[in-house]
């Protein structure tokens, strides 16, 4: 059985500082097997991590839709954010990537989805985000669940992490695979292991986007010396 990680975010994102192996040590201290790295509107940083430990890194992302935010893993080419949700699942239907949904009641986010366009979409996606750790209610996770239960689906649980300490703090227990259809074929045995994160975690995306503001560039994008920044332990 293995210990993966669904939703977590680096340096990649607009709102995390979490540079590639603080993030995969963290992984390995923590015992979280695989990690589906999913940082916002972009498959960067899940492609070097992927080449810093190639056994334990998914790449995934997290993609803002004109209706709310999905949460793809085996993703091979990026999908940009700003398209119509079933524009956006088609796409990754067509590179054959696995579909979630990130945390999609709950409402303190700009990514949460309206009822009528989670039911659209439900016959379309793999799965629904059932935990999410950064939910500030647990009433959001709850509404999720039910959701999915409801309608057939099963169930993915993260960190959402956007600080290393963050990883792991919560994860699905599920068996081995290799692949999106594995993926899929391993869910309906997955449990889901973790507690929602303090309010305080929030603090970091809002510290992360300020020194961000306060440099006046872009993400920093994955380095030459990652590699031996993480192969040095």
Not at 45 to 64: M, S, T
Not at 69 to 78: C, G, I, R, S
Not at 152 to 161: F, P, Q
Not at 204 to 233: I, L, M
Request: with cysteine; glycine share 8%.
């Amino acid at each position: 059985m293995l210990r993966i990680d669904f939703h977590c975010h680096t340096v990649c994102s607009k709102d995390s500082l979490t540079v590639l192996p603080a993030l995969l040590k963290a992984c390995q201290r923590k015992g979280i097997d695989k990690v589906v790295i999913t940082d916002h509107n972009t498959i960067q940083g899940a492609l070097e991590a992927q080449k810093l430990d190639p056994g334990r890194v998914i790449v995934g992302e997290e993609i803002k839709t004109q209706q709310g935010e999905l949460l793809a893993a085996f993703v091979q080419e990026e999908v940009p954010r700003g398209l119509p949700a079933l524009e956006a699942i088609r796409r990754l239907r067509e590179q054959g990537a696995f579909i979630s949904v990130s945390h999609p009641f709950d409402r303190l986010r700009n990514g949460h989805w309206e009822l009528p366009d989670l039911e659209e979409i439900a016959s379309l996606v793999d799965a629904i985000e059932v935990f999410n750790a950064r939910c500030m209610q647990a009433e959001f996770n709850r509404q999720a669940s039910d959701f999915a239960r409801h309608h057939g689906l099963a169930g993915t649980a993260g960190s959402d992490a956007h600080a290393a300490f963050e990883i792991g703090t919560a994860h699905l227990v599920l068996p081995d695979f290799n692949d999106a259809a594995g993926l899929r074929m391993a869910l309906p045995q997955a449990q889901v292991v973790g507690k929602l994160s303090s309010p305080w975690v929030h603090f970091a995306s809002v510290y992360a986007r300020w020194v961000k503001a306060v440099r006046g560039n872009s993400p920093r994008p994955p380095g030459e010396g990652d590699r031996a920044k993480f192969d040095s332990g």
